[in-house]
Every structure is written in structure tokens, then in C-alpha cells.
């Protein structure tokens, strides 16, 4: 077998590529004659998948997402610094990299024209619901959810269309994972270079929105990351609290101390609430808190682990250093490990592979390789930071664990779609998934840190 080194390079150099076909598919037209729709993207968006369909059978996914698009962009920002890196290497021309800074530039002009979008404008003009067709407008949203998305509703609209428009489609709204993630992903994207005046002005004002709107909406309920059930998400909460406390020092910077402390203030709050997400009896976090008061069935759920490694929080607590992330991650790897057909006999060398919760029934219920590949980052980012040697190693072999079991279920084309079925291990749902390629980039970023780490600190 190929050794997994040579395996995981050639894969991340097709990762690389294809994640760049969801962003500013300006060569794509998407018709939904249902919905009466011609969409033509516009540059900027980036959507969740850039193959054409239509639930039939595979689901719709040329959206631009608020979450998706802040994960895809920031893993831009990963091939950025790689790309950066290299420039100054012998025949390197350095062109990667000012494409990538130019894919940053566009999402961030085209996330700020969204905050323009208002529903009321398509009730006041309402000839569009005559192209919808007969048996389309039981899936159509009405004038009065229409009419109040505008202002801080339209962040909180899940997805938009690429080229800009409102989703007139009902969806699980509101969400709001999308801010404090896309403030997440310019933070970073501002630390990895110097922008020029007027991107950093843009990012700035981005940031900002963001930010503002974190701080009002991030303790409201709204759906969850896999919009289904409405209530308090520990995935919403980690990350708007990550967004909070690394975007109150940035404030801090450019001296606006009230803003500052109201973000760092909230913050705490939010890791404060997370920490009564621990469920001792169970050994786990639980996923969501509903409105009701009653316990649900996906309390179990990947989605706390996701969080650890998109958040990136300086803490030890909610983070990759979390021993509790570890050990619901532990409680997940076992459910899926006798739930999923595929993970029997799967060998030694390889870790379970993952979903999202027990009884998901959305098209093959199945693994997902962002399941599987998030599973392998947390690992990788705690043998970054493991303080004794044995104990990085050992996250390392397991994070390398996950990655084998991704590489067992990779076609040789390379290509990730959104899941792989529980029983047969093919393909389902959503084909070239950005976010499964975002998953790879920065997977195999944390990989390489925690490598590098491990042998500087083997020859001290």
C-alpha cells in the first residue's frame, strides 16, 4: 500500500484544486424552473457544492452558506500560507497566493453587499411568485417571513443564493453559527498578511458587523449547524464565544476599549453557559439545549467536536486540549463504531468512521468525511500542544488513524462528497462537498504542526 505521507500529499494537492470550483463558479448557471429561478453567481460567493442537482437524488447545494463559505474561506486562508511560504522557492512565481488573497477580497465584498438584502423589497414586488410552479409553493417562504428579513435577519438567513439574492425556499432559519465563524476566518486571514487600504478597510467593517451581531444574537436560539432543531447549540455558542474573545483583543488593538470589554464580557459568559453543557452521568457534552426543557435524541453529536476545531479558542476548556472534547469524541467513535457496517473488521490501523448523531436518517445516514477528518484534526492540534512527548505521539498515531479510515473510503479520483454510506462506504448525497475539502486542508495543516513539533522536540 502506498505509504499515507505520498497518499495525504497527492490528496491535499486535489483538495486544493477542487475546493476552488465552489468559489465565484461565475461558469455555472443554476436553473430551478421550479422556484421560477435562473441563478447567475456572482464573484465572491462560494457555493457548498458546485455540482449541478436538484434532489434527484442528490440535494441541492449551489447556495452560498454563511457557515460552509466561512469554513471553505478560511481553509483558503490555510492554502495561502502554504502558498506564501513557498514563494520564494527556486522556480516559484508566488501567483498562488495573490489568487488566493484575491478569492479573500472577493468574499469579503461579497458578504458586506448581503447586509443590503431585504425581504420587504420582494414582497412589494411580488411578480416573481408567478413563475413559481403549482407544485413548488407549498416550498415557498411567505411574504411575512419574507417581510422581516432585513437588517441583523439577513446574517441570520442560513444561505443566500450565489448570485446574491434572498433563499425564497422555507429552510431552517435562523441561524447564527454564520457571523462569528466568517469573523473567525478574517481574523485569521488579517493575522496571515497585510491587506492592502481598502481590502482592510472592508475586512474591518466585516468584522465589525460580525462582531456586533455575535454579540447581540449568539445566547437567542436558532437552528442548529444541521438545521433541524431550534434551540441553545453548543457548535453556535463555542464558536460565537471564540469570535467574541479573539475579536475583543482585536478591538483592543485599535483602541476601542468599550467594544472590547463588552466582547470579552459576553464571552466569558458564553464559556460559562458552555460549561454546564458537560453531562457527568454521560461523559459527554451534549450538543443542544432545547427550549422545552425536554432531552434530545442528537445530544450526542460531532457537532461538539467541529466546534473545538473551527473555534481555535486560546483556552483549554472547549478547545482541542479539552479533555471532555476527547471524551465525547471517545463516546462518538464507539456509537458509530457499532452502528456503521463499514467499521467492522476495519483493521488496527484504522479509527471508526463518523456521523453526525445516532438515528440520522438523511440520505444514507452515513459517515461523513468531515466527520471523520475533524475527528482527525482534534487529534492533531492536541499532539500540537501536548506538553510530553509520548502524549503527542500518541495523538498524532490516532489523528493518522481517522485519516487511514478517510483514505479507505477516497476513490482513487480523489473527489469527497458529503458522506459515504454506512454500509457500502460509497458515495452519497452532496458530490465535490467544499466543506469535505475544507475538512482535508485543514486536517492536514494540524498534521503537519504537530509533525514538525514533535521532531523539533525530539532533538532538543
Known amino acids: ?20 470550483r465552489s468559489v465565484s463558479p461565475l ?15 456572482q464573484r ?10 436538484a434532489y434527484d437524488p442528490d440535494p441541492d447545494y449551489f447556495f452560498h452558506w454563511y457557515r460552509d463559505s466561512a469554513v471553505v474561506v478560511d481553509a483558503l486562508g490555510l492554502l495561502f500560507e502554504r502558498a506564501h511560504a ?26 458586506l453587499a448581503l447586509a443590503r438584502l431585504d425581504g420587504r423589497a420582494l414582497v412589494a414586488a411580488p411578480e416573481w411568485r408567478a413563475r413559481v410552479r403549482e407544485d413548488f409553493r407549498q416550498f415557498v ?24 439574492t434572498l433563499d425564497i425556499s422555507k429552510w431552517g432559519r435562523p441561524q447564527h453559527d454564520g457571523p462569528p465563524l466568517r469573523a473567525l476566518a478574517v481574523l485569521r486571514w488579517m493575522q496571515r498578511t497585510a491587506l492592502d487600504g481598502e481590502l482592510s478597510a472592508a475586512a474591518w467593517t466585516l468584522l465589525r458587523a460580525d462582531l456586533a451581531f455575535t454579540l447581540h444574537h449568539a445566547r437567542v436560539p436558532c437552528f442548529d449547524i444541521w438545521e433541524e432543531e431550534l434551540g ?68 450526542l453529536d460531532i457537532a461538539v467536536v467541529l466546534a473545538a476545531i473551527h473555534a481555535l479558542g486560546g483556552r483549554t476548556s472547549h478547545s482541542s486540549r479539552d479533555p471532555r472534547v476527547h471524551a465525547t469524541l471517545a463516546h462518538l467513535a464507539a456509537l458509530f463504531d457499532r452502528d456503521y457496517a463499514i467499521n467492522r ?25 468531515f466527520s471523520t477528518l475533524g475527528a482527525a484534526e482534534l487529534c492533531f492540534r492536541a499532539a500540537a500542544s501536548a506538553t510530553e512527548g509520548s502524549a503527542a505521539s500518541a495523538f498524532l498515531q490516532r489523528g493518522d488513524a481517522f485519516l487511514e479510515t478517510v483514505r479507505a473510503f477516497t476513490p482513487s479520483s480523489g473527489d469527497l462528497a458529503e458522506q459515504f ?40
Open 1 to 20: 500500500m502506498e505509504p499515507l505521507a505520498a497518499w495525504v500529499e497527492r490528496e491535499y494537492r486535489h483538495a486544493a484544486a477542487a475546493i476552488l
Open 27 to 41: 461558469d455555472i448557471l443554476k436553473r430551478r424552473p421550479g422556484f421560477g429561478q435562473t441563478i447567475h453567481p
Open 44 to 53: 465572491g460567493a462560494i457555493v457548498a457544492s458546485p455540482v449541478l442537482a
Open 86 to 111: 513557498a514563494r520564494d522557492a527556486p522556480g516559484s512565481p508566488g501567483s498562488e497566493a495573490a489568487a488566493l488573497l484575491g478569492h479573500f477580497a472577493d468574499f469579503v465584498r461579497f458578504s
Open 141 to 164: 417562504r411567505s411574504d411575512a417571513e419574507l417581510a422581516a428579513v432585513h437588517g441583523d435577519a439577513v446574517p441570520a438567513e442560513t444561505r443566500v443564493n450565489a448570485d446574491g
Open 232 to 299: 441553545l447549540h453548543y457548535y453556535t455558542l463555542c464558536v460565537s464565544a471564540a469570535a467574541l474573545e479573539q475579536g475583543a483583543r482585536w478591538l483592543d488593538e485599535q483602541g476601542e476599549r468599550a467594544a472590547a470589554h463588552s466582547c470579552a464580557t459576553e464571552a466569558e459568559s458564553i464559556y460559562s453557559m458552555l460549561d454546564g453543557y458537560w453531562l457527568e452521568q454521560e461523559g459527554y457534552y451534549r450538543s443542544r439545549v432545547l427550549p422545552s426543557g425536554e432531552r434530545s435524541s442528537k445530544e
Open 345 to 369: 473488521e476495519r483493521g488496527a490501523q484504522r479509527a471508526p468512521a463518523l456521523g453526525r448523531y445516532a438515528g440520522d436518517v438523511y440520505y444514507s445516514g452515513g459517515a461523513y468525511y
Open 421 to 460: 454510506d454506512r454500509n457500502t462506504g460509497e458515495q452519497t448525497s452532496a458530490k465535490q462537498l467544499a466543506w469535505s475539502y475544507a475538512g482535508f486542508i485543514s486536517a492536514m495543516a494540524a498534521r503537519q504542526l504537530a509533525s514538525e513539533l514533535i521532531v523539533r522536540s525530539a532533538s532538543r
